[in-house]
């Protein structure tokens, strides 16, 4: 029998936490990993590290991996967000599925890459809430388990003069998000059976299909472990359209997720913060849950960079906060932990987003919504 989102399957205790501080304030969420790793300027020698130094495929740039073979460099990104202010950080598990590790040949290793990573960034967050504790303050330091979008999807073809064509199967992404969850919430050491992490981020969704394959697969494997913790999601916007890029407006975006009764909904990556403001507005207008919004440092500009600076990312945050529009925010592509460190002095002492009740319409989707009152 086909998965629902209503099984009854008890929470993880991280539920209670994640509530408790989405109420009281808005919540940090830590900035781009990619960003950090470029920063070390790492060659082939470090990707492969002496485990995979015969491998035959080139594995410089497949970051996933680093959490085997540079496990320091991403506990020391980790440690540096929360430094910075982060209430959360996401593990080093973007492209962790056997989908995307198959460019690099690495997909016997998906599993293991997962559970290093989530123990390498509760490694970090155990020693972010003891430094704070050494100081005399009490402090929680959550991780959430990166989901991305894939590197092939379920709603276009690859190739124009097919369009009926797919490169991927249903099956095929169930059973690849389904092994990187299992991995990300098996129990954690020394937490009584609780999952190593404290909630799954499916984040950069620009196919709505690839992203309900997530979350059919989360909610098996919540039935598997008899566990079920939170699911934040968020879709990137690809251009001033505002649509994804199979074709959803945010609302209909939200109308094809809302079924899986979602922890929170947000935008990420694509565009900065000044043009994703209207989508953030339309979201937080229909959400019933927390709206997240973490863009990146400004559009690319011609070498590939991002130009925004700290205060230009923390000043635009902070007016969604003003405008009573976000529960969480943070950055994605160019933010660094300069930039978590304004953007959460920015919008220290500002109230989230109040969250409305649910309302019980009829509401559908396909490109466009449609709800009924």
């Not at 990187?180 to 954690?188: D, K, S, T, V």
Request: aromatic share 6%.
């Amino acid at each position: 029998m086909p998965a629902t989102a209503i099984t009854p399957v008890p929470e993880s205790h991280s539920f209670a936490a994640l509530r408790e501080l989405f109420a009281a304030r808005i919540v940090i969420l830590d900035g781009a990993m990619g960003s950090m790793i470029q920063t070390h300027k790492l060659s082939e020698t470090d990707f492969r590290g002496t485990r995979f130094a015969a491998h035959p495929t080139d594995l410089r740039g497949d970051n996933d991996l680093l959490c085997l073979t540079r496990p320091d460099i991403i506990e020391a990104i980790h440690a540096d967000y929360f430094a910075a202010g982060a209430d959360v950080v996401e593990t080093n598990t973007f492209n962790a599925t056997a989908i995307s590790q198959a460019d690099y040949d690495m997909q016997p290793f998906v599993a293991e890459i997962n559970t290093a990573a989530a123990a390498i960034a509760r490694r970090a967050a155990r020693a972010a809430e003891a430094a704070a504790l050494a100081e005399g303050v009490t402090r929680r330091c959550f991780v959430a388990g990166a989901i991305g979008p894939l590197n092939r999807t379920l709603s276009m073809s690859p190739d124009v003069n097919r369009p009926e064509y797919r490169a991927v199967t249903w099956n095929q992404v169930v059973a690849a998000y389904t092994e990187q969850i299992r991995a990300l919430i098996a129990p954690a050491p020394d937490t009584h059976g609780e999952p190593g992490v404290d909630a799954l981020l499916i984040e950069t969704i620009f196919d709505t299909l690839n992203s309900k394959a997530a979350l059919f697969a989360a909610e098996n494997v919540f039935l598997e472990t008899g566990r079920r913790v939170p699911v934040m999601i968020s879709v990137t916007i690809t251009d001033a359209s505002g649509r994804t890029l199979s074709g959803q407006t945010p609302e209909a975006f939200y109308n094809s997720i809302r079924h899986a009764r979602p922890f929170s909904v947000g935008i990420n990556c694509a565009l900065g913060g000044e043009g994703m403001r209207p989508f953030v507005e339309e979201l937080a207008r229909l959400a019933e849950c927390p709206v997240t919004c973490y863009p990146n440092a400004g559009l690319p500009n011609a070498f590939g960079g991002y130009d925004e600076t700290p205060d230009d990312m923390a000043r635009i945050l902070r007016s969604f906060a003003e405008a009573g529009l976000v529960n969480l925010v943070g950055g994605c592509c160019g933010s660094t932990p300069a930039h978590i460190r304004a953007i959460a002095d920015a919008v220290r002492g500002l109230p989230p987003r109040a969250i409305p009740p649910r309302h019980e319409t009829l509401r559908l989707s396909g490109l466009e919504p449609l709800t009924i009152s």
